[in-house]
């Protein structure tokens, strides 16, 4: 696992999901362009019974990608709390509740919030692609779950996006553009991913199932203008620099996988992602 304290950019990659309307549009391109045809969430809903669940959080909620999953699922008084460190998002993240049938309400107060819910007060908790932002609130989480609730979690696999990544590292090199050895996503996702999500749950759940779940994006040729959107949203994950150079960049990997499309038809990106399904909390080593 990569050292936390060799990591200081999550804010500012977090930040990077202030602009809502983009974040959606980006989310639709890569469910579009999976070639997996499952649902993530149903995948790590299944076999599961909520209908006892009154008080649910989604932690790092967004605009309700994992909240919106269980419409249908929870009875008619439950009620989802999403959290999340942008107001912006309290609109569309009440919309999605709302659409799905679910009583809800949403703090924007960011992760601390979860620090003043009182202890086994919650059945359920979610949290999809966001952990790795804050791995050492999972104590907390044991805290406010009740006995029989459960902790689901979506993460990335590593390594995630390898074929952009070879890519990328690749136009530095060639550039002599200056760069750590891990890209700033990479850096981020190490924090919490599947080779060390077990690790870092085990110690507060005494019972965690783990799932897979394999995919791959795929672009064609007349995919390259979603391609595009998607890095130009990415590219603060991968390079961290001024406005100059995030111009040139963009430009010399954009025309490079324009060239691999014209070669090879397809340009496919790895997403694997895992789900933890944890239960059990451990009261007594919480602080």
Not at 191 to 219: A, H, M, Q
Not at 240 to 269: H, P, W
């Amino acid at each position: 696992m990569t050292d936390d304290s060799s990591f200081k950019d999550s804010g500012d990659l977090a930040d990077v999901f202030n602009d809502v309307s983009a974040h959606m549009l980006i989310s639709g391109i890569i469910r579009n362009q999976l070639t997996n045809d499952r649902d993530v969430r149903e995948e790590a809903f299944r076999g599961l019974d909520f209908s006892g669940c009154r008080e649910i959080l989604d932690i790092g909620c967004g605009f309700g990608f994992f909240s919106g999953g269980l419409a249908g699922k929870l009875d008619s008084d439950a009620v989802i709390t999403g959290i999340d460190r942008h107001e912006k998002y309290r609109q569309s993240y009440k919309e999605t509740a709302e659409n799905a049938g679910i009583k809800n309400n949403f703090i924007s107060e960011g992760i601390s919030a979860i620090s003043r819910f009182d202890e086994s007060s919650c059945d359920l908790v979610i949290c999809s692609y966001a952990l790795y932002f804050f791995p050492e609130f999972i104590p907390d989480v044991a805290r406010i779950l009740k006995d029989d609730g459960l902790f689901i979690v979506i993460t990335h696999s590593c390594p995630h996006m390898k074929e952009l990544t070879f890519l990328v590292k690749g136009i530095l090199a060639s550039e002599n553009i200056p760069h750590e050895r891990l890209l700033p996503y990479e850096l981020l996702i190490n924090r919490f991913c599947d080779y060390n999500g077990t690790g870092l749950l085990s110690p507060w759940f005494s019972n965690i199932i783990r799932k897979e779940f394999r995919s791959e994006i795929v672009f064609s040729p007349s995919d390259f203008e979603k391609f595009a959107e998607y890095f130009r949203f990415k590219f603060p994950f991968f390079i961290l620099c001024g406005k100059e150079d995030e111009n040139k960049l963009t430009r010399l990997i954009l025309n490079r996988v324009a060239q691999l499309l014209e070669e090879t038809g397809s340009f496919n990106i790895t997403k694997d992602d895992t789900i933890f399904i944890c239960s059990k909390p451990m009261k007594n080593m919480t602080k």
